[in-house]
């Protein structure tokens, strides 16, 4: 049976006690190391579960995957996903180049097992979907999270601005997910892994403030008022951690913000905020005045 296991979002103790179990009477694990990170290394969690654990990067997800189902139709195989099995839609990048990108979810490893015909089954764990929820904005009123990649000179991806447009017409909060890069390759390298060397960049996670930098950017490219540089938003950082922590204050603020080390997330505020929100996320504000007075003359009285 091919296990999909749920990690939680912080370090190794967030795997559920149902997780643990399989995982120790799994035949291998196998840990998926491109769509996010663990805010602790693997060593750590071969110490806690106390099995080996195969790390499995994008590469061996898309071209090996019956490499990690072999034998799954008689033994325990764990494949374990950061958050929850289910829970994040992440960035594939088909053929290396910027604009073939696809976003898929662990479903394509579950339908290659049942076309295999090896049962499947998953065990569910925090997402960042549902712990976002520890800004004190109520979950059901959140619209499409839309993801944001790093921009380069020449891609600006702007498709994420027509779903915030969407939301925010409605009222609706916004979660933006931030571009993680990892084992990305340079297009110098990539020509020296055709000769049979992998050279792989530095891992880059994208903060709260290169977020708010490129929203605005946007706006300013696309002008059609979406938000501005005042519009309210919640910059998190290490959600579920025992360090995770939240700013609240307007995109230029958030522009210059620093919350520290990975991963971060935003949302984007929307006209429905309700004033149990207001009073939840104010203690979040880098400065009350400005997150009062904005309040007033953009939030209160527009849902």
């Known amino acids: ?96 180049h910027h604009h073939h990108n696809r976003a898929t979810t662990h479903t394509d490893l579950v339908l290659r097992a049942q076309q295999l015909g090896i049962r499947t089954r998953s065990i569910p764990n925090a997402s960042i979907l549902s712990a976002i929820g520890a800004t004190g904005l109520q979950l059901y009123n959140f619209g499409q999270t839309v993801s944001m990649v790093f921009f380069t000179d020449t891609w600006k991806p702007s498709s994420f601005y027509d779903r915030v447009a969407e939301n925010r017409s409605v009222g609706l909060h916004t979660l933006l997910l931030l571009d993680i890069k990892v084992k990305e390759q340079s297009l110098e390298n990539m020509a020296r892994a055709a000769r049979g060397r992998r050279i792989y960049e530095p891992p880059r996670f994208m903060t709260v403030a290169q977020c708010a930098t490129q929203m605005l950017e946007t706006e300013h490219e696309r002008r059609e008022g979406v938000y501005g540089p005042d519009a309210l938003a919640v910059g998190a950082a290490r959600v579920g951690a025992r360090d995770q922590t939240f700013v609240a204050g307007t995109l230029s603020q958030l522009r210059e913000a620093d919350l520290g080390p990975p991963l971060h997330s935003l949302v984007l505020l929307g006209k429905r905020t309700h004033d149990l929100e207001r009073e939840y996320i104010r203690q979040f504000a880098i400065d009350t005045r400005v997150f009062d007075e904005i309040w007033q003359r953009d939030y209160e009285g527009k849902q």
């Open 1 to 96: 049976m091919l296990i999909l296991v749920g990690l939680g979002l912080a370090d190794e103790t967030d795997i559920t006690v149902k997780g643990l179990e399989a995982v120790k009477t799994a035949d291998r694990v196998y840990l998926e190391a491109y769509t996010s990170i663990l805010l602790v290394d693997r060593s750590k969690l071969e110490a806690y579960y106390g099995r080996p654990v195969i790390e499995a990067d994008r590469e061996m997800v898309e071209n090996s995957s019956d490499d990690i189902l072999a034998g799954a139709d008689e033994v325990d195989v764990a494949f374990l996903v950061i958050g929850d099995p289910f829970g994040q839609v992440f960035w594939i990048r088909l053929h290396h």
